[in-house]
Nanobody, 124 residues
């Protein structure tokens, strides 16, 4: 069983930056592919970024490419989402997810474990 806890959400002005962290615990958490998803009010959950178990492969959604970067520190069992040049449309609850394989996917149903989410609000 992998448990995930997100940190780092908050309120920021447009153009600002935030770094989200996701602390993972469990016997195989350092080998799990990890992903970040977000869900805005009235919208479906959408893919933001993903990273392979070893950290050598990443993918980012087109809407955030060039502004957001996913990374991981397996020694700390932590995954990060660095968010720069934030826009009001980035406002959402951000969720960390893990899957029982080293390969990432952009499909939410492909993840086996989820954190509780952290709110990110970008003001104009």
């Amino acid at each position: 069983q992998v448990q995930l806890v997100e940190f780092g959400g908050g309120l920021v002005q447009a153009g600002g930056s935030l770094r989200l962290s996701c602390a993972a615990s469990g016997p195989t958490s350092s080998r799990c592919a990890m992903g970040w998803f977000r869900q805005a009010p009235g919208k479906e959950r959408e893919f933001v970024g993903a990273i392979s178990g070893g950290g050598s492969s990443t993918n980012h959604a087109a809407a955030v490419k060039g502004r957001f970067t996913i990374s991981r520190d397996n020694a700390k069992n932590t995954v990060y989402l660095q968010m720069n040049s934030l826009k009001p449309e980035d406002t959402a609850v951000y969720y960390c997810a893990a899957r029982r394989t080293t390969a990432w996917t952009v499909i939410a149903d492909g993840y086996d474990y989820w954190g509780q989410g952290t709110q990110v609000t970008v003001s104009t």
